[in-house]
């Protein structure tokens, strides 16, 4: 596949070998439709977040937010 794609960026796939390439593609998506689905979601686990700029006075109080950093670490604590 890669050196399909790096054929078609050179310009050098014709106009019915990207039709095959188009094709497969698609039967290989109809035949495995459930590939791509979402795992159902799942209560508890362990949020993991890999944020720089954090100091020892963030805070969770939302009246207290000021930064990048506090109000990303907010909104990934309160919508999960």
């Known amino acids: 596949m890669h050196d399909q794609i790096t ?8 106009r019915r070998r990207f039709l ?13 439709p ?3 689905l979402a795992e159902a979601p799942r209560k508890g686990g362990v949020l993991r977040l890999g944020l720089n ?9 939302p009246t207290q937010l000021i930064g990048t950093f506090s109000i990303n670490v907010s909104r990934q604590v309160y919508n999960t």
Do not use: E, H, K, N
Not at 7 to 14: E, K
């Open 20 to 32: 095959q390439t188009a094709a497969v593609t698609a039967l290989a998506t109809a035949a495995f």
């Open 34 to 36: 459930r590939a791509g």
């Open 53 to 61: 700029g954090g100091s020892s006075a963030d805070t969770f109080d």
């Open 7 to 14: 054929s078609l960026i050179q310009g050098g796939m014709d």
